[in-house]
């Protein structure tokens, strides 16, 4: 470096590091974040990007902008009330907060009055029970991906499930039900057609399992897709009947997480008719239709989940305390965000609708939401959205907050069954700015 070399005037790292708000940064901050921000001005200084005197100044507003976690709370304004990619369900406050007071120490595990250990997620299960009366016992796990492996591993081991044709789900990402159950080494005994399965076929494959093979029949719920026209399948209490003929358990995966029938989605089964119905064990995803954390919940007759919970697995999918604390006030608290979703004040929400598109001089279009990942598919949610030009979708996701809308041919559809009323002024102003920020041409928002 020759005498002159502006790069001389570039801030080290150790001055750099004892500003007082570079200082004060390390109580939110990472060492190694700051570092990695402090080198990142400086190199950038170094290729003549920055002058060297505002090295300092980038490196504050780099602190000041910086995020320990990047996860970004987002509006959801596509009308999917359970969206996978934007996380399934948003939890109600009563579950927030809980999961907020979790985060410390609890007495997860230990008897407040006695001082002794007490057992791991007993109040989640109380309520669990407390909601689903016809459940004799329940137990919860990370998800309902490790609830199926749990029950197959607990209940089958390496002998057989019989399971229909036409219930071997691809649940998403690639991800296939047969080949999870599969992989715990159980044997698949497939059963009937892709469209059609009676019970007569069912009844054939339970008469050929020698006696004594360790064996269950598996009811699993497509909650992805629909077979219409020429279809047929066996009931769970079909099911229960010809299980309880060979002492055999009746396993159902009802996907979705309903407590009791919801009247928006009316094939959708629920946890409560399914365990009335006969079926010995019912396994759901907490973050589905139930409106809570990610879980798998299993749910069924004493003996089921006794022998279930003292397989080894269940301590490898053992629930954080922060899920419990969720998925307990979800149960125990006021209507969760998902359930108002699903069955909103339709006409409050045509008006909120109405009041945005007229602030925005745009139309009012009819619009379908959907459940989603967790249920009801092709069950359309009757309803409306903003109708604003395509170009306005990736502004909008890119803005902040991130607003996600539903594109559709040549518009953007903003809809907001899934928007708390709270947040229409926010979302109100989102729009203005990713308008304002349209290329002239697309401006109009006929
Ligand atoms: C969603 C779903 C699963 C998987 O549950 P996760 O909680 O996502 O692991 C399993 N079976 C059915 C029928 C489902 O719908």
């Known amino acids: ?99 907020a007071d979790a985060a410390g120490y609890v ?18 299960r109380r309520a669990l029970l407390a909601a689903c009366p016809p459940a004799e016992d329940a137990l919860v796990v990370n998800n309902g991906a ?9 209940l089958v081991g390496t002998g057989t499930i ?14 296939r039900l047969p080949e999870l159950i599969e992989s715990t080494g159980a044997q698949l005994l497939e059963v009937g057609t892709t469209n059609r399965t009676h019970r007569s076929d069912y009844a054939a494959a339970l008469a050929q399992i020698p006696e004594g093979t360790p064996a269950c029949v598996l009811k699993v719920h497509p909650s992805n897709y629909r077979i219409s026209g020429f279809t047929s399948s066996a009931t769970v209490a079909e099911l229960a009947a010809l299980s309880r003929q060979h002492q055999l358990p009746l396993v159902a995966d009802i996907g979705s997480g309903l407590l009791a029938p919801e009247a928006a989605l ?16 019912v396994i759901a995803s907490g973050d589905k239709l139930l409106g809570g954390p990610q879980a798998g919940l299993l749910l069924g007759t004493s ?9 080894p697995l269940a301590r490898a999918m053992r629930t954080d305390k922060l899920t419990l604390a969720g998925l307990e006030a979800t149960l125990n608290g006021g209507e969760t965000p998902v359930s108002t979703a699903l069955s909103p004040d339709g006409e409050k929400l045509r008006q909120r609708t109405q009041r945005m598109a ?36 990736a502004l909008l996701r890119s803005g902040e907050p991130p607003v996600v809308t539903r594109t559709h041919g040549a518009w953007c559809l903003l809809d907001l069954r899934c928007v708390p009323e709270s947040e229409d002024e926010t979302v109100l102003q989102a729009v203005r700015t990713a308008l304002e920020d349209l290329p002239p041409p697309t401006r109009g928002v006929g």
């Open 146 to 154: 490790a609830a199926l492996a749990l029950a197959a591993a607990a």
């Open 303 to 311: 003996a089921v989940i006794s022998q279930l919970s003292a397989h």
């Open 107 to 124: 007495d997860v595990e230990m008897n407040l009055e006695t001082g002794r250990r007490s057992r791991r997620g007993a109040s989640a």
């Open 358 to 393: 007229d602030s925005l001089g745009a139309e009012v279009v009819p619009h379908d939401g959907r459940a989603g990942g967790g249920g009801g598919p092709g069950v359309p949610l009757p309803g409306s959205a903003v109708q604003l030009p395509e170009p306005a979708a």
């Open 266 to 281: 009316p094939d959708e089964p629920d946890l409560a008719t399914t365990l009335s119905d006969g079926a010995d064990l």
């Open 1 to 99: 470096m020759v005498e002159d070399d502006p790069r001389r005037l570039i801030p080290g790292t150790d001055t750099l590091l004892s500003h007082p708000r570079v200082r004060r940064a390390s109580n939110t901050l990472s060492r190694h974040v700051i570092e990695q921000l402090i080198h990142q001005a400086q190199e950038r200084a170094r290729h003549g990007e920055l002058p060297p005197d505002r090295v300092e100044g980038e490196v504050l507003a780099q602190l000041d902008a910086y995020r320990p976690s990047s996860m970004r709370p987002v509006i959801n304004a596509t009308g999917v009330v359970v969206h996978t990619n934007l996380g399934r369900a948003p939890l109600s406050p009563a579950a927030r907060s809980a999961v």
């Open 162 to 175: 019989v399971i229909s044709r036409g219930e071997l789900v691809e649940i998403g990402a690639g991800f």
